[in-house]
């Protein structure tokens, strides 16, 4: 088989109707990996959880469930949907309710009845989510130990993410006011 030049054509062309230039294909390349990291995160998600709880939760439900356990202190439901960049709340509500039904959270108590409601973790949800963090250093976090400067790298695509999130919202934000009608 004769060796391949670097005049050849490119065995795998990667452009196409979403990238005509090398820095939309750069940006597209990005997207497949947010796509395809958000669908092995989700199932991480929810089968990291199966070890610790038999509830059926999905992925999106364990990770509301720790939000609402960060910092041990209650969250409403806008502080869950504004952490996690959410804006479909009557689906943050049925995680809520599955979350509820499994015993892992319940309504804060206020002592007001008219303030927004807030929910905080059971201690049944304590144990889960404690038990869920051993899982994930052992089965997750330990995979990490052989990569050399892993932990630099964490820091730059966090800061990365994060940016570019705000490059999606803004640019949602202006697709919004040309959407036809």
């Excluded at 002592?111 to 994930?136: C, I, N």
């Excluded at 940016?163 to 202006?174: E, M, P």
């Amino acid at each position: 088989m004769a060796a391949r030049k670097a005049t050849d054509t490119p065995i795998f062309d990667k452009h196409w109707h979403l990238a005509q230039s090398d820095e939309e294909l750069n940006f597209t390349e990005l997207e497949l990996a947010i796509l395809r990291i958000s669908g092995a995160f989700e199932r991480w998600q929810k089968d990291c959880l199966a070890c610790c709880i038999d509830s059926g939760l999905s992925g999106m439900d364990n990770a509301v469930f720790h939000i609402i356990r960060m910092h041990d202190r209650p969250k409403s439901i806008s502080e869950v949907a504004r952490l996690l960049n959410r804006d479909d709340i009557s689906n943050l509500q049925y995680s809520l309710r599955k979350l509820t039904k499994a015993g892992l959270i319940a309504r804060a108590s206020t002592g007001d009845s008219k303030r927004t409601a807030a929910y905080e973790v059971t201690a049944q949800g304590t144990r889960v989510s404690d038990l869920f963090a051993q899982f994930r250093r052992e089965l997750l976090l330990s995979l990490t130990q052989s990569i050399k400067n892993l932990d630099v790298d964490i820091v730059t695509a966090s800061k990365v993410l994060n940016i570019t999130s705000g490059l999606y919202d803004h640019a949602s934000t202006v697709a919004a006011s040309h959407r036809h009608s």
